[in-house]
């Protein structure tokens, strides 16, 4: 039997968890304690193996302290879907962003780099990344 792959939107909400109990330094295995699940269900929820309810995705956003939309924001749209803002303006989604901040090293790098306060030095950091990377 072939297995099913996640829906886009269950995996971005689950990324949008994952990003969210890693900004606030928790671990899968104390969300799963607050949820009363085990950590292995935690686990399948953030890769968007598990679909994650209503009621379930409610209690997440009061344990992670942010609002139930905040796990849609920048969600990719579904082929069909005429009101999004990509149908609108043919511009793609920024899920890349939404990655790039639930990966570890993307949350430790925007953590550390939000924590600079010279304006210039900050500039000079997006420069060289952008010369290393070869953008113009």
């Known amino acids: 039997m072939v297995k099913k792959a996640p829906n886009p939107i269950d995996k971005h909400v689950g990324s949008r968890v994952r990003m969210r109990r890693m900004m ?9 304690d607050a949820l009363g699940l085990t950590f292995q269900q935690v686990q399948k929820y953030e890769k968007g193996t598990n679909r994650i309810g209503a ?3 409610q209690q997440i956003a009061h ?3 942010v609002p139930v939309a905040f796990f849609f924001e920048g969600a990719p749209t579904l082929p069909g ?3 999004s803002a990509e149908a609108l303006n043919g511009a793609p989604s920024p899920s890349y962003v939404s990655d ?6 993307g949350l430790a790098l925007t953590k550390s780099f939000t924590r600079i306060k010279d304006p210039k030095l900050r500039r000079r950091i997006v420069e060289l990344v952008e010369q290393i990377a070869g953008d113009e």
């Open 100 to 105: 790039f901040l639930a990966s570890t090293d």
């Open 55 to 57: 009621s379930r995705l």
């Open 81 to 83: 879907d005429s009101d």
């Open 24 to 32: 606030l330094t928790m671990s899968q295995e104390k969300l799963g």
């Open 63 to 65: 344990i992670l302290q």
